[in-house]
Nanobody
């Protein structure tokens, strides 16, 4: 069971980044991949989630007009395209896998008992 997030970096306000989450070792089932972010000094927050079986996505209101989820089932990668980035988007971004429903994960800002975390990738939005 492995998750690997990548694609973070330094970007100017208004810019874009695409984060990738490579996942392996999970039975497909009703697996969902979620993105969480942890802003400096804040708790980790779930911001977006995609169900791998049907591609259904869910986004928090704070990002839904700017961030988009997609998946490549051949490469086992989930992407988080982040546009119109703001300094407030600065933080460490984590991807996670879980069998819980996306709505539950994002509302709780945490994983269920069968969830797994990947290592984070730092996103810094600054001029």
């Amino acid at each position: 069971v492995q998750l690997q997030a990548s694609g973070g970096g330094l970007v100017e306000p208004g810019g874009s980044l695409r984060l990738s989450c490579e996942h392996s070792g999970f039975p497909l089932g009703s697996l969902a991949i979620s993105w969480f972010r942890q802003k400096p000094g804040k708790e980790r927050e779930g911001i977006a989630c995609i169900v791998l079986t049907d591609g259904m996505t869910l986004h928090k209101d704070s990002v839904k007009d700017r961030f988009t989820l997609s998946r490549d089932d051949v490469k086992n990668v989930v992407y988080l395209q982040m546009n119109s980035l703001e300094p407030e988007d600065t933080g460490v971004y984590f991807c996670a896998a879980d069998l819980s429903a996306c709505a539950v994960t994002l509302a709780a800002n945490q994983l269920g008992p069968f969830g797994s975390w990947g290592k984070g990738t730092l996103v810094t939005v600054s001029s």
